[in-house]
């Protein structure tokens, strides 16, 4: 049965037997209103420049949104600022990777995600350097606002619990900046370490987690100049620091608990990933697996890893019991157990594994496989692939989120 059918076989008869007075029009339209609703998993095309939207449960690709409508625009205004122009030609320049480059650099989406009500998407743009903001409820997806950050590059972004709030990284001015999604316009911003990149809310919502990876730009052997490598965490509200703790290598993806005592991240050049004490603030646990045949053959130095990462891409199981490690560099996926940091099966998945993300269920990891223009699933209980869904063109990060029946009949085949 479809989903939203399901649903509305529940709330109906609920509502009728919970009532002793007529239900209205408009209490029963807005009731199917509030049930006809999918859980979706976004995937960012980065080079494409669109979002696939993949159906929550069963993962078939639904269709997409056009995320650059305005891409000659933003290019000939660019172009017209002699600033601009030189920061977008660097950061393209330093967008590429050394093995396996797609497009030449050319970078547009970083970070998507969707408004509570599912009515409104928000796009970090990477190389265009702006968090822009879409009307999912015209069929033209049409722009609603567009925000230049500071520093001329977008990369990883957060949506608060409430909808209210995007968090993004500025990472040429090592801060991180507050967008009210509704207008667009900058309500604040915080300190970082150099290059923030990863923004995460706590569980309750009443902390910001920023992560920062140092300057890529640079080799291995200058680590000692990459800059401060940190994890900021902040007040929700406002925005004072609670705390920090530094780290010898670059954040990469990582997984908060809830209770906030265990910070699961991978780190710069490490195949693999720690656990790390947020209250102690030390590393307690480390999974690291051997390089594969292909990364043996195709990465040769640390210096040819996709800007510094070994692994890239990071989830929990929804009971918590399991984590799923995307090998960046193995092509290769790995289930690991939480307790005690062993594997319990590698998959071999398909080129550049770069981002994980747990189905609404918590049953199924979705991970992007940016160099086959793909997502792979993975089934936590079983370790095993059990399909892989084309998307569009790079894609790197995917999220979960929730959009009304009406808005998936609008996208794009």
């Avoid at 979705?366 to 160099?371: E, I, K, N, P, R």
Wanted: aromatic share 8%.
């Amino acid at each position: 049965m479809h989903r939203s059918n399901w649903l509305r076989g529940l709330v109906l008869p609920a509502m009728l037997a919970a009532c002793s007075e007529p239900i209205t029009d408009t209490a029963v339209s807005n009731s199917l209103s509030a049930a006809a609703m999918r859980d979706v998993v976004l995937v960012g095309n980065s080079v494409a420049g669109t979002v696939s939207i993949l159906d929550g449960n069963t993962f078939q690709n639904l269709g997409s949104v056009n995320v650059i409508p305005d891409f000659d625009a933003r290019i000939a205004a660019i172009n017209a600022d002699l600033i601009h122009l030189i920061a977008y030609s660097l950061i393209t320049d330093r967008q590429k990777l050394k093995h396996f480059e797609p497009a030449d650099g050319k970078r547009f989406v970083d970070d998507v995600f969707a408004s509570p009500d599912g009515t409104r998407l928000y796009v970090s743009r990477s190389n265009l350097g702006d968090v822009a903001a879409f009307d999912l409820t015209a069929p033209s997806h049409p722009l609603v606002w567009r925000t230049d950050v500071s520093g001329f590059k977008a990369d990883h972004a957060t949506l608060s619990p409430d909808g209210k709030r995007i968090i993004v990284s500025a990472t040429l001015s090592d801060i991180a900046q507050v967008i009210d999604a509704a207008t667009g316009s900058v309500v604040g911003s915080f300190g970082t370490g150099h290059y923030p990149h990863q923004n995460d809310y706590s569980a309750d919502g009443r902390h910001i987690y920023n992560s920062s990876i140092g300057d890529v730009s640079l080799p291995f052997w200058l680590s000692f100049l990459k800059g401060a490598r940190r994890l900021t965490i902040v007040d929700a509200q406002t925005l004072a620091q609670v705390k920090t703790f530094s780290f010898d290598s670059g954040i990469r993806p990582a997984v908060i608990s809830a209770d906030e005592k265990t910070f699961y991240t991978q780190l710069s050049y490490l195949n693999g990933f720690v656990k790390f004490d947020l209250t102690s603030g030390t590393t307690t646990a480390t999974y690291e697996q051997p390089p594969s045949a292909f990364a043996t053959a195709n990465y040769a130095t640390r210096d040819d890893y996709p800007h510094d990462s070994a692994h890239h891409g990071l989830a929990l199981s929804g009971d918590g019991t399991r984590l799923c490690d995307a090998g960046t560099i193995d092509n290769t996926v790995t289930i690991v157990r939480a307790s005690d940091l062993t594997a319990v099966r590698t998959v071999d998945v398909g080129l550049i594994p770069y981002w994980s993300t747990t189905s609404a269920d918590g049953a199924f990891c979705v991970v992007s496989l940016s160099g086959a223009n793909a997502v792979s699933i993975i089934r936590y209980a079983t370790a095993q692939q059990v399909a892989v869904v084309p998307v569009g063109t790079f894609p790197q990060r995917s999220r979960l989120g929730r959009l009304p029946e009406t808005v998936i009949d609008t996208l794009s085949p």
